[in-house]
């Protein structure tokens, strides 16, 4: 009875918050005691300002105020004279994934500290002689640790302290004269010490690393900063700009339907006079009939013939040349010329976008991605180009929807335009070519040029202005026979590679690559070049001056 009753005066002078023996009691408003510290700490981290029990939940506002219970402090005192401590709780206790006490009998408290030099684990309680007595203190103590098996040699049953470094390897001493005799060995301590200097070399290392991946994160930040700003600005003026546009266009409306009014207006006008004319042409004409009629039922003839002259005299007819009728067609050519020139706009808006478009806006400090190596990673990228019909020159004829080029006998009837190439006999495709694209070429002839070009290369120029490769606007893969050749800026470099009825393309833009391949069964590698791009790139294909000589973008997907 008397040990029921020590256990109950244990449980009433103990804190439900640390659940050790009270430590200046405090009672709160709903009768609960606790720690005066523990208390506070609990309604200190309280976000919501409501103020509860732990234990009964009752809520107070405002937060009470704290005052020590003496009472109860002198009972907690008297107890602990008495050498009456509170239980252990049971969260002091080991389970099943904590370190045990090797010395706790029974039910096993929670190690503080495992001993190396023991190799055993101990609870507050038992590691107390390691700190008292002289001989263990030289005993090194680590956190508890349920490896402490590993550290005994399994053939010697001595704690291993030695490291060979011939096998790499943690032995005991006995080890190190049997088993591992002759070998290089040091003790563990010694090798922990090189070790720790690799450790120290590593994490300066690693901390370096850490400073340039937090600047590059710093950078990038900035970066989407930069762009959030620019894209803003750059949404402000393009609106402005279109805005100025449709109010171009509104004005050039109105000014068209002006002209168109006047011009109404003064036809109206000139017809209304001549409607007059004849009107009074008309009422003149019927009063000289009725005359002549009158005259012509005169029964004397003498003044038949006497009033005849000046009755039978007629007016000068009104002028009908000048009536024109073209039912349906006035105002045709200002149709004409809207309608060409909405074509003109369409074509622009089309061919121009890509210059204008926010899909090339890209992080410049991201790391590149990795160039595709199969033919399968290659078709990945694969874009639909065709030829554009506006720079063709006119001895080559497109066919296969603007996919296929032949060169002819006779020069084709092309419309004039400013972007179409006089002097060499090649084209450029339609699409501009940005991000990464692949493309196919069938190449069937004697030579031809496979090249990429910017849009301002020279139309009328020269070869060495307007020649795919002979300038510093484009280049070109030239493949004639089972000869190939790169060139760029007039500067030809000789390529070596199986010859293949079919070349491949590569561009990546941002990254300024620019890859050939020789396609059969596998894909080779002819020509790779880094640069960096400052325009859209067009693909072009360029044709010997045989007869016959064709080549065509391949379908892909």
Excluded at 39 to 62: L, N, V
Aim: glycine share 4%; charged share 30%; with cysteine.
């Amino acid at each position: 009875m008397a040990q029921k009753g020590d256990q109950l005066d244990r449980k009433t002078i103990s804190c439900s918050i640390c659940l050790d023996l009270l430590k200046d009691p405090v009672a709160i408003p709903c009768g609960h005691s606790y720690c005066m510290s523990c208390i506070k700490t609990h309604w200190d981290g309280e976000k919501r300002k409501i103020y509860s029990c732990p234990q009964c939940r009752e809520a107070f506002t405002p937060r009470p105020v704290l005052k020590k219970n003496t009472m109860l402090a002198a009972l907690v005192e008297q107890l602990k004279k008495t050498g009456l401590q509170a239980a252990p709780a049971d969260h002091c206790y080991a389970g099943p994934e904590d370190v045990a006490c090797d010395v706790c009998t029974g039910r096993k408290l929670k190690a503080f500290k495992s001993c190396l030099t023991c190799s055993a684990s101990y609870c507050e309680k038992h590691i107390q002689p390691h700190y008292d007595a002289a001989p263990f203190k030289k005993h090194k103590l680590v956190d508890p640790s349920k490896q402490l098996q590993e550290n005994i040699c399994s053939l010697h049953d001595e704690v291993m302290k030695m490291f060979c470094r011939t096998d790499q390897q943690i032995i005991c001493y006995l080890c190190s004269v049997e088993d591992h005799k002759g070998h290089d060995t040091v003790s563990a301590a010694a090798e922990r010490t090189e070790r720790q200097r690799e450790l120290e070399v590593s994490r300066l290392n690693i901390q370096q690393r850490i400073q340039n991946r937090e600047k590059d994160v710093k950078l990038l930040q900035q970066e989407v900063e930069a762009v959030s700003l620019y894209a803003d600005k750059t949404v402000e003026d393009s609106e402005k700009i279109f805005t100025e546009l449709i109010r171009l266009l509104q004005k050039r409306s109105s000014d068209v339907k002006q002209q168109i009014r006047s011009q109404q207006e003064t036809e109206e006008r000139r017809v209304e006079e001549l409607q007059e004319k004849l009107q009074q042409e008309i009422t003149e004409l019927k009063r000289k009939d009725t005359e002549l009629k009158q005259l012509s039922h005169t029964e004397d003839h003498n003044q038949f013939l006497h009033n005849y002259p000046s009755v039978s005299q007629l007016s000068e007819p009104t002028d009908s040349s000048s009536i024109n009728i073209r039912p349906l067609r006035y105002f045709e050519h200002v149709t004409a010329a809207v309608s060409e020139l909405r074509d003109k706009l369409q074509d622009i808006l089309k061919e121009e976008w890509t210059n204008i478009s926010v899909t090339e806006t890209e992080v410049d400090v991201l790391l590149p991605e990795a160039e595709p190596k199969t033919r399968a990673e290659f078709l990945k990228y694969s874009c639909e180009i065709t030829l554009d019909p506006k720079t063709v020159n006119t001895w080559l004829l497109l066919s296969e929807g603007n996919r296929k080029v032949e060169r002819m006998k006779q020069q084709q009837s092309y419309s004039r335009h400013p972007d179409r190439f006089i002097h060499c006999c090649q084209v450029l495709s339609k699409e501009s070519l940005t991000g990464r694209c692949y493309w196919e070429v069938e190449l069937r002839g004697g030579g031809v040029r496979v090249a990429v070009a910017y849009k301002n290369i020279s139309r009328a120029g020269p070869s060495t202005e307007s020649g795919f490769g002979r300038n510093d606007k484009s280049w070109a893969l030239y493949c004639v026979t089972n000869i190939y050749n790169f060139w760029f800026n007039s500067i030809k470099t000789p390529i070596s590679g199986p010859h293949s009825r079919r070349l491949a393309v590569y561009l990546d833009h941002r990254a300024g690559i620019l890859s050939f391949y020789s396609v059969s069964e596998t894909m080779t590698l002819l020509h790779r070049v880094q640069t960096t791009f400052t325009q859209h790139l067009y693909a072009g294909i360029w044709l010997n001056y045989n007869l016959g000589d064709k080549a065509e973008l391949c379908k892909l997907k």
